[in-house]
């Protein structure tokens, strides 16, 4: 517990170079012969190997600290915040590349949501030399080209990611590509996989509902994934927005109107404007 006050002392020390020679001149004075010679040699050997693993402890506790602040940045949406803690992290990583490249992939994912594109593929390229085969740089990559409409370039990217490894995220967004591409068969593979490995997810549901409203017009067979959905995220407006839609289109206008009531209490503009007609 007394180590933290002696960091800097340890870091300066380490640091000042004419300081080290001095002290291994003076040492190598007192040799009066070889034994005592080799004595301080390895005396001087054991010292400076010290220091260098103290100072790498002390980075290392550091750069973790920096990684941790910039996760809860980004969990609390401060991303570029999050972003300037993990620049800061990669200034005291040397050669561990495990958690470089950990650190490149986290940066990225917070200048994806602030739509710093450019900055994003760097560090992903980057983390794609550190570990040629980590799926997340794949799928980082992948929804980049899904924001700027290159549909077909993004689907590449996951093929390469879900072969890695067969994630949650690769599948859904996957999803999402084959439903603009117009393949909702291709598209609900992969929603059910989603849900498959995520079974509480919400989004999932609400996904395959739109497919069975707008590929197979199915309302009430939607409406079933909607209820899924709303089951598990109840303050989603949308889910709410969405199911008393379909409740009006079969018929329900009770339910429906239930349905846009909530959705209206929950800050759905559309809501708003749907019930006033209604």
């Given at each position: 517990?007394?180590?933290?006050?002696?960091?800097?002392?340890?870091?300066?020390?380490?640091?000042?170079?004419?300081?080290s020679l001095i002290?291994?001149?003076?040492?190598?004075?007192?040799?009066?012969?070889?034994?005592?010679?080799?004595?301080?040699?390895?005396?001087?050997?054991?010292?400076?190997?010290?220091?260098?693993?103290?100072?790498?402890?002390?980075?290392?506790?550091?750069?973790?600290?920096?990684?941790?602040?910039?996760?809860?940045?980004?969990?609390?949406?401060?991303?570029?915040q999050a972003c300037?803690?993990?620049?800061?992290?990669?200034?005291?990583?040397?050669?561990?590349a495990y958690t470089?490249?950990?650190?490149?992939?986290?940066?990225?994912?917070?200048?994806?949501?602030?739509?710093?594109?450019?900055?994003?593929?760097?560090?992903?390229?980057?983390?794609?030399?550190?570990?040629?085969?980590?799926?997340?740089?794949?799928?980082?990559?992948?929804?980049?080209?899904?924001?700027?409409?290159?549909?077909?370039?993004?689907?590449?990217?996951?093929?390469?990611?879900?072969?890695?490894?067969?994630?949650?995220?690769?599948?859904?967004?996957?999803?999402?590509?084959?439903?603009?591409?117009?393949?909702?068969?291709?598209?609900?593979?992969?929603?059910?996989?989603?849900?498959?490995?995520?079974?509480?997810?919400?989004?999932?549901?609400?996904?395959?509902?739109?497919?069975?409203?707008?590929?197979?017009?199915?309302?009430?067979?939607?409406?079933?994934?909607?209820?899924?959905?709303?089951?598990?995220?109840?303050?989603?407006?949308?889910?709410?927005?969405?199911?008393?839609?379909?409740?009006?289109?079969?018929?329900?206008?009770?339910?429906?109107?239930?349905?846009?009531?909530?959705?209206?209490?929950?800050?759905?503009?559309?809501?708003?404007?749907?019930?006033?007609?209604?």
């Open positions: 517990m007394m180590i933290y006050p002696l960091i800097g002392e340890f870091s300066l020390f380490y640091n000042a170079i004419p300081l002290i291994v001149l003076i040492l190598l004075l007192f040799a009066r012969n070889w034994i005592s010679f080799i004595g301080v040699l390895v005396f001087l050997l054991l010292y400076f190997v010290f220091i260098n693993w103290l100072t790498t402890r002390i980075s290392n506790r550091e750069d973790q600290k920096l990684i941790s602040s910039g996760k809860e940045k980004y969990d609390l949406g401060l991303y570029e300037r803690e993990y620049t800061k992290a990669l200034k005291l990583v040397k050669n561990d470089k490249n950990i650190i490149y992939l986290m940066r990225a994912e917070a200048e994806i949501e602030i739509k710093d594109y450019e900055s994003a593929l760097w560090d992903i390229s980057k983390s794609k030399e550190l570990e040629p085969n980590n799926y997340k740089a794949y799928f980082l990559s992948a929804k980049i080209k899904f924001h700027n409409d290159q549909l077909e370039e993004s689907l590449i990217e996951l093929e390469k990611s879900i072969s890695l490894a067969s994630t949650y995220e690769s599948h859904m967004l996957r999803g999402k590509i084959n439903c603009e591409l117009g393949m909702e068969q291709e598209a609900l593979k992969d929603f059910i996989k989603a849900e498959e490995l995520d079974p509480l997810s919400s989004e999932v549901n609400f996904e395959i509902a739109n497919i069975a409203e707008q590929f197979y017009e199915e309302p009430k067979e939607a409406i079933t994934y909607l209820d899924k959905a709303i089951a598990n995220n109840k303050e989603n407006s949308l889910y709410f927005y969405k199911r008393g839609i379909l409740k009006n289109q079969i018929g329900n206008r009770d339910g429906a109107f239930q349905d846009l009531e909530k959705a209206s209490k929950l800050g759905n503009k559309d809501a708003d404007e749907y019930l006033k007609k209604f």
